[in-house]
């Protein structure tokens, strides 16, 4: 396919209309599986719990013109993009279109300024600062378009719910499983990371690629998704079923709804260690995806296509 370039205009209303959608919409496989989780549900104060979080984001926002929570974490952008696709001024425009999507939302009140500086704690107000917002860019011969998923990482889940360790290739299996398990206990205290979480796991890698494959798994697979690896796919299912029997449920209340769903990814890692990451994703899984097609048309959905294989 011939080469197109796509408007700095384009994008930006791509990337402001992803950000404000995702913290608004509850993307479609959240909801189905927290209304099968509440159909399921034998713990009363569990199945109310749930049916409350419907009612909130979905009973109650029918036009989605309302905050699905009023934290609206910290605005990333992950863009996958076409060998054909071109932008406007260059592709270093997106790193500047994305810090004006995100201040013009945060301006007009449509995400909360939660961007500070680290040490001085000074809020600008405007969800900027120093790689804020995160952009994540990822080129793929496959596709013949551009995509951005916009993700606000929430606050609770991400600083209650990331955890890494450096095992040894000995522990393997039995210990990875047994790491997931105290992380998920740690991380669901009183509801800490606001479950059921979706569960990111990284396995491998460096350090820093662990991590952030773990993220990935939690923010950029849909509910209900299985690794294509059936043994990776297996370990998923299982601790799956151990969270949701362990008696966690709902904000950590008691129940047998205690994770929407557990997802795994992993990297070649170097054979003297064995790295793995854990990161939580709250109930109301907050995403969506802008795909701007050659025309320049940009449609909406709600499942990336970020962890394809």
């Avoid at 791509?14 to 995702?22: G, L």
């Avoid at 979905?58 to 974490?73: Q, S, V, W, Y």
């Avoid at 606001?194 to 950029?220: E, H, R, V």
């Avoid at 709804?257 to 070649?268: K, M, Q, R, W």
């Amino acid at each position: 396919m011939k080469e197109f370039s796509i408007l700095q205009k384009t994008l930006y209303d791509a990337m402001y209309s992803s950000m404000v959608m995702a913290v608004h919409v509850m993307p479609e496989d959240v909801r189905k599986k927290i209304e099968a989780l509440a159909a399921n549900e034998q713990n009363e104060t569990a199945k109310a719990s749930l049916e409350l979080t419907l009612e909130n984001c979905i009973g109650l926002n029918r036009k989605g013109d309302k905050l699905l929570c009023p934290d609206t974490g910290a605005p990333t952008y992950y863009v996958r993009l076409g060998d054909n696709v071109r932008i406007e001024g260059g592709f270093s425009a997106i790193y500047e279109i994305a810090k004006n999507a995100v201040s013009d939302a945060t301006k007009e009140s449509l995400l909360r300024p939660n961007m500070v500086h680290p040490i001085t704690r000074r809020n600008p107000g405007t969800n900027l600062g120093h790689y804020a917002p995160q952009v994540d860019i990822r080129f793929d011969p496959a596709i013949e378009f551009m995509e951005v998923v916009a993700v606000p990482i929430p606050g609770g889940a991400e600083t209650s719910g990331t955890f890494y360790r450096m095992m040894t290739p000995i522990e393997a299996r039995p210990g990875i499983k047994n790491f997931i398990l105290e992380c998920v206990q740690e991380s669901t205290y009183a509801g800490k990371t606001c479950p059921p979480n979706i569960i990111g796991i990284g396995i491998g890698g460096t350090s820093d690629l662990c991590m952030k494959i773990a993220k990935q798994a939690a923010f950029l697979r849909p509910i209900g998704s299985r690794h294509p690896e059936k043994e990776i796919a297996a370990i998923e299912e299982e601790i799956e079923q151990i969270v949701n029997s362990a008696g966690i449920g709902p904000m950590g209340m008691g129940g047998n709804s205690g994770v929407l769903d557990v997802h795994i990814e992993y990297a070649a890692t170097h054979t003297a260690g064995l790295p793995v990451a854990f990161n939580a994703q709250c109930v109301i899984g907050r995403r969506k995806v802008a795909r701007i097609a050659p025309d320049e048309n940009i449609s909406y959905y709600d499942f990336p296509q970020w962890c394809d294989r």
